[in-house]
């Protein structure tokens, strides 16, 4: 009886866990079954395109850059195919082994390898990714015998930047380099990572930065089907990419050559400037620089000769680089004179060599002075005595007022990145600048251009041009068309009138007959002497020390680099401008030394079709421009204007 309800009991207990697991069961399936229902029922779509974006990826097709050519058609930068050596990182098992191996093979520079890892933490697994640029002929021979050991790894052609004129010109053109966190961060902020995938370079300086946008392109993309493993298995559609514009250059690409060769080894800058336009013929920065040495990257050592050379090889001189205009100052001065009162053309001074402030003498070039001076013979004979009352007179807020129209110590507008605005002073800016009052003492040495005053060359020669323009002010641009690389229709690059500055005409032709007059009697007569034209223009001479007052200047006894700067302004024909130029040759001395025989040059070459150093049947007739002009006679130089210190600081200014 008692074995009876023992197995009893144990058939309830059995029945109670088959029961018990069969309702597990159940609830198992159960759950089995709402979860297939959630991801196959309810978020289907969801997963459906999460399914298909994994299945499918975009690889981005990069667009070709668009060329740049100078106004003649001359090709100034342009795409070269060559071989790449790249890595696609989900079929390569160990990619720093592979690496090791392919360097037995292919040299393969520490810098590529770093540059290479850069890369490889930001790309997806599935992009090619270059280890090294342009494979020689030879490397790719040796690696084509060696490939089946390696794969994952290819040869591709692709196009690359190079710049076939070389260093001429190359502070226009600028250069493209491999894109910095810094060009990543300023893509994002623009909203242009689209049109940015799987690029690897960006414009970097000159016209490949200013005119980015048009030169890119515009990316493509090619759908292709990709396995679980990240293999690509087909392609699925593709969107070709759309090529860069094509950008036209108003630089004649000879004539900055040509001025290039002219300047020799001497620093400086020369920006020359069709006035009716607005057209930048030339925009010389001496020295130069190979372009070419930036597009991979340049080398350590490369990068270290041009940022220790002393000669400061980077700087773009017509752009960036600051100067006190010197006598080139005075047309615009007298100008000022002319349109404020201060001066009408009868009026004269008698020049004893000096202009006495308050016990202190201001220095002429001329010591014993130049006698009886009116406007006009001011500026032919670059009376700075005239210039130093006429400024004291004036006041130098009054000279910053006339001066701001012109573009002096503003930004011109021109079509370059990173313009600097210089250096007009006023009694405000001093304020703002070093909390300090503007004394009197100051303001003679603003008329001579020296003092605060620290101008741009392409400041100099937009104001150049504008006075050219009879007060027409043209916004300088050095880009004249973009063109569409298929169908090669061009767009002009249409700039209108900015605005006129308020001149009388009679006022115009008084300061145009006096700089006329620089060149048949002044300063510069020598190096236009049997010019086939009629220039305008006026010498300059602007100190880089200062001289003590019971001292002459010497050149001869001065360090090279500390010797006075030489500029010249001048446009031509007089009458019918056609060009105009501003250029400063650093530490050249006087200006008619050194600055104006280049002028002329420019002038022979664009009106005359001159080149010094053809045969007469390669020209266009007529006189040859002087290859050198002889130190001109104490009378006819236009020697530095003040010899008092230059007011740098507030500590080097003139006092009362």
């Not at 006495?356 to 009116?374: A, E, I, K, Y």
């Not at 006026?538 to 010797?563: C, F, L, P, S, W």
Request: aromatic letters at 8%.
């Amino acid at each position: 009886m008692i074995e009876v309800h023992d197995t009893e009991r144990a058939l309830r207990r059995l029945r109670l866990r088959l029961s018990l697991a069969w309702a597990l069961v159940l609830v198992c399936f159960g759950v089995l079954v709402g979860r297939f229902v959630y991801l196959q029922v309810l978020r289907y779509a969801d997963f459906h395109a999460l399914a298909e974006d994994n299945r499918i990826a975009l690889l981005p097709i990069t667009p070709q850059r668009g060329l740049i050519y100078d106004r003649n058609g001359v090709l100034l930068a342009d795409n070269l195919a060559a071989y790449t050596l790249e890595i696609t990182p989900n079929r390569v098992q160990n990619i720093d082994r592979t690496i090791e191996e392919l360097s037995r093979i292919i040299e393969i520079p520490a810098r590529d390898q770093r540059r290479f890892k850069r890369l490889l933490a930001d790309a997806r697994s599935y992009e090619p990714i270059p280890i090294k640029t342009r494979v020689s002929d030879e490397e790719l021979a040796r690696f084509a015998v060696a490939k089946f050991r390696f794969p994952g790894v290819e040869i591709r052609a692709r196009l690359f930047r190079t710049y076939p004129m070389g260093e001429t010109a190359s502070h226009v053109i600028g250069y493209i380099g491999r894109i910095s966190p810094g060009d990543k961060r300023r893509i994002e902020e623009n909203d242009q990572q689209v049109n940015y995938a799987g690029a690897s370079h960006i414009g970097k300086v000159g016209i490949e930065l200013s005119y980015e946008e048009p030169l890119r392109g515009r990316a493509g993309a090619e759908e292709v089907e990709v396995s679980a493993g990240g293999r690509t298995v087909r392609s699925l559609s593709r969107t070709p990419p759309i090529a860069g514009s094509n950008v036209i250059l108003s630089i004649d690409v000879k004539l900055q050559k040509l001025v290039e060769e002219w300047f020799g080894n001497r620093r400086g800058a020369l920006v020359a400037i069709e006035p009716s336009t607005g057209d930048v013929l030339a925009f010389v920065s001496k020295p130069t620089f190979d372009p070419n040495l930036f597009v991979d990257g340049i080398d350590p050592q490369s990068w270290q000769a041009l940022n220790e050379d002393p000669d400061k090889p980077l700087l773009n001189r017509p752009l960036r680089g600051t100067y006190p205009p010197g006598s080139t100052y005075k047309p615009f001065m007298a100008l000022a004179a002319l349109t404020t009162g201060a001066r009408t053309p009868e009026m004269s001074i008698s020049d004893p060599g000096y202009f006495l402030l308050g016990g202190h003498r201001f220095r002429d070039s001329v010591p014993s002075g130049h006698g009886s001076v009116n406007l006009h013979k001011s500026i032919v004979v670059s009376s700075d005595t005239y210039y130093y009352k006429l400024a004291y007179d004036m006041g130098v807020d009054a000279i910053h007022d006339f001066m701001v129209p012109w573009k002096f110590g503003q930004l011109t507008g021109i079509d370059l990145e990173n313009e600097v605005t210089g250096i007009l002073p006023s009694s405000a800016w001093k304020n703002r600048r070093y909390k300090l009052k503007w004394l009197p003492g100051e303001t003679p040495s603003i008329g001579i251009g020296q003092g605060y005053n620290a101008f741009t060359i392409l400041q100099l020669a937009h104001a150049t041009a504008t006075l050219a323009n009879d007060g027409v002010v043209m916004r300088p641009h050095v880009v004249k068309s973009i063109e569409n690389p298929v169908t090669r229709e061009r767009v002009d690059v249409v700039r209108a009138p900015s605005y006129r500055i308020d001149l009388r005409p009679e006022h115009l032709a008084l300061v145009k007959s006096a700089m006329i007059d620089v060149n048949r009697f002044g300063t510069s007569r020598r190096v236009f002497a049997g010019a086939e034209y009629v220039a305008a223009g006026k010498t300059g001479t602007a100190q880089v020390i200062g001289i003590r007052q019971n001292e002459r200047y010497d050149a001869r006894r001065i360090a090279e680099r500390h010797r006075d700067h030489s500029l010249f302004m001048a446009f031509a024909p007089a009458h019918q401008p056609r060009i105009a130029v501003a250029l400063i040759v650093e530490n050249g001395g006087f200006g008619a030394q050194a600055a104006a025989p280049i002028a002329r040059k420019v002038f022979d070459y664009v009106l005359l079709g001159k080149v010094p150093g053809e045969p007469p049947a390669a020209r266009a007739g007529g006189a040859r421009a002087p290859e050198a002009e002889p130190e001109p006679n104490a009378d006819e130089r236009d020697v530095p204007e003040s010899m008092e210190p230059e007011p740098v600081a507030p500590a080097a200014a003139p006092t009362q």
